[in-house]
């Protein structure tokens, strides 16, 4: 299934998550190998967005809160290099509205 790409983004999870050094968790050295840093957050916004429309979704949990879909797809870095990721989505049970969750380096094999 597709996600619908109006898909909402919140930008602080962008600047406060994805792209900020973490003791745990961070995400930001994989994604600074491909050259996003809090000076193109829109550009790693529009790439998330552009996972909707490139891959399929599939669904793998549904919570109190709504429904996870996940994404494995590639972002083409600023720089050029490419990354395997896994994007997490949720259409929300209370709004009916689609967001993003995170995202995930992929380092499994793919056939």
Same mark, same amino acid.
Request: no cysteine; glycine share 4%.
């Given at each position: 299934?597709?996600?619908?790409?109006?898909?909402?983004?919140?930008?602080?999870? =962008?600047?406060?998550?994805?792209?900020?050094?973490?003791?745990?968790?961070?995400?930001?050295?994989? +994604?600074?190998?491909?050259?996003?840093? +809090?000076? /193109?957050?829109?550009? +790693?916004?529009?790439?998330?967005?552009?996972?909707?429309?490139?891959?399929?979704?599939?669904?793998?949990?549904? /919570?109190?809160?709504?429904?996870?879909?996940? =994404?494995?797809?590639?972002?083409?870095? =600023?720089?050029? =290099?490419?990354?395997?990721?896994?994007?997490?989505?949720?259409?929300?049970?209370?709004?009916?509205?689609?967001?993003?969750?995170? +995202?995930?380096?992929?380092?499994?094999?793919? /056939?």
């Amino acid at each position: 299934m597709k996600i619908p790409n109006s898909v909402y983004i919140a930008r602080e999870k =962008i600047t406060e998550y994805l792209l900020k050094q973490r003791e745990e968790d961070d995400k930001s050295k994989f +994604l600074v190998s491909a050259g996003y840093s +809090l000076d /193109t957050v829109d550009e +790693l916004e529009k790439d998330l967005r552009s996972q909707t429309e490139k891959f399929e979704a599939e669904p793998f949990d549904k /919570t109190e809160y709504g429904d996870k879909y996940q =994404i494995r797809g590639e972002l083409q870095g =600023i720089n050029g =290099i490419s990354l395997k990721v896994i994007t997490i989505w949720m259409n929300e049970t209370s709004t009916e509205k689609w967001k993003f969750i995170t +995202l995930i380096p992929d380092r499994k094999e793919r /056939t």
